[in-house]
């Protein structure tokens, strides 16, 4: 399996953006599927964002038109883009890669939207 280091994290107000990393210890073009994950308080883990290799990126209907994912592979990073965040947008946010065998989750890291 690989390893997954996330960063960007942190505290921001209402309407403003972070960008999240997901730096990963193998070729990203060996995943089937990568994405974003995230679980707010007192909520089970929900999709935020899904890249397939075989297919385009997919939204959670609440972040559509405000977030971004995309991939470096030169980098082995993926990222996710995040604007016009909300309060509700509070929760930890989780890397997640897949391959036809197996799948990994990252540590998590933590974004608090508040003013």
């Known amino acids: 399996q690989v390893q997954l280091v996330e960063s960007g994290g942190g505290l921001v107000q209402p309407g403003g953006s972070l960008r999240l990393s997901c730096t990963t210890s193998g070729s990203i073009f060996s995943f089937y599927a990568m994405g974003w994950y995230r679980q707010g308080p007192g909520k089970p883990r929900e999709l935020v964002a899904l890249i397939i290799s075989s297919d385009g990126p997919k939204y959670a209907d609440s972040v559509k038109g405000r977030c971004t994912i995309s991939r470096d592979s030169a980098k082995n990073t993926m990222y996710l883009q995040m604007n016009s965040l909300k309060p509700e947008d509070t929760a930890v946010y989780y890397c997640?890669?897949?391959?036809?065998?197996?799948?990994?989750w990252g540590q998590g890291t933590q974004v608090n939207v508040s003013s």
């Open positions: 997640y890669v897949q391959t036809t065998s197996w799948s990994s």
